[in-house]
């Protein structure tokens, strides 16, 4: 699930419990176990309630005050929203995953060949090695001005990254990104 980054503590920390999101439809399901900057987190509940039924003490539990979240969801009182209610249950293991740049040649290739399987299936051709090394160039570019210099809009660049970020390979900044230290250790082997 994607929090910005003002909630990442209050995730790991155990204090934010509760989110509430404008759907049309559940991205998540109770008993799933989702990434998060600020840990694993599954999810125990997921329904939809109107928003006047949102109370101070849910608000806090989503790390906001009852206005601000009023305000972020916008709309009329009846109009419905998702209640999702989730635990952290550890540490996002892409940290972990990210910083380990002590690979062997196995690992390595393993990783080229991941690379190359998803440069396969992309409908518009190989696009991996070309996103990491504009990340390396660029590191804190907004999504959106990287994305246009691969001609693309954002949403699609950005489900790239994420591609390469489920890999260990890069890294989220406040504002755009840049490559792990497996990430710097996988491009010098592709170079």
Do not use: N
């Not at 929203?81 to 540490?91: A, D, L, M, Q, Y």
């Not at 690979?103 to 409908?123: I, N």
């Not at 504009?134 to 949403?155: C, K, M, N, S, Y």
């Not at 260990?168 to 082997?189: K, N």
Request: hydrophobic share 40%.
């Amino acid at each position: 699930m994607l929090f910005t980054q003002r909630f990442w503590a209050g995730l790991a920390d155990g204090s934010i419990t509760l989110t509430f999101r404008r759907w049309s439809r559940p991205q998540v399901r109770a008993g799933g176990q989702y990434h998060s900057p600020g840990g694993e987190l599954l999810v125990s509940t997921v329904r939809r309630v109107p928003i006047s039924s949102i109370s101070r003490r849910e608000a806090k539990r989503a790390g906001q005050e009852l206005d601000e979240l009023l305000a972020y969801l916008g709309g009329e009182p009846d109009d419905l929203v998702f209640r999702i209610e989730f635990t952290c249950v550890g540490e996002d293991p892409r940290v972990a995953l990210r910083a380990d740049a002590d690979l062997d040649a196995e690992t390595l290739a393993a990783l080229g060949a991941r690379l190359d399987r998803l440069d396969r299936a992309s409908a518009r051709g190989p696009w991996t090695r070309a996103t990491l090394a504009a990340i390396a160039a660029q590191p804190g570019v907004r999504a959106g001005d990287l994305a246009t210099g691969f001609g693309l809009e954002t949403q699609p660049f950005k489900l790239d990254v994420r591609k390469l970020k489920a890999l260990g390979l890069t890294e989220s900044l406040t504002v755009g990104y840049r490559l792990s230290p497996r990430g710097e250790a996988v491009l010098a082997m592709l170079s």
